[in-house]
C-alpha cells in the first residue's frame, strides 16, 4: 500500500509545488491513500481521535451544565431567556 507521503513526494516532483489545499486533499481524501479513505474505525474509543456524536448525549449533558452555570453567574432571569414575538411594524 502507497503511503501519503509517496503520493505527495509524487506529486511535488512532478509538479515542483502544490498549494497546502492539495497537500490536504492528498494527505486526508485520496482514493488510494488518503486518511478518511482507508482507515476505518478511526473514531471512538479504539480509534484515533473522539468527536462529540461519538460520545452520546453526555457531550449536550455537559454543554448544558456548564450554560446553566454561566447563565446563573450572570443571575439572569427566566423571563428574558423567553423568546419574543418580533416587533410589529407597519410597511411606507
Excluded: H
Aim: hydrophobic share 40%; with cysteine.
Amino acid at each position: 500500500m502507497k503511503m501519503p507521503s509517496a503520493a505527495i513526494r509524487e506529486e511535488i516532483f512532478q509538479k515542483r509545488v502544490i498549494s497546502f489545499a492539495r497537500f490536504m486533499e492528498l494527505a486526508l481524501y485520496c482514493p488510494e491513500t488518503g486518511y478518511y479513505e482507508t482507515e476505518k474505525n478511526i473514531v471512538g474509543r479504539a480509534g484515533d481521535f473522539i468527536t462529540s456524536v461519538s460520545v452520546g448525549e453526555l457531550f449536550g449533558q455537559l454543554l448544558a451544565f456548564q450554560f446553566a452555570e454561566w447563565l446563573g453567574e450572570l443571575k439572569i432571569q427566566n423571563e428574558n431567556l423567553k423568546s419574543s414575538k418580533p416587533a410589529r411594524t407597519t410597511a411606507n
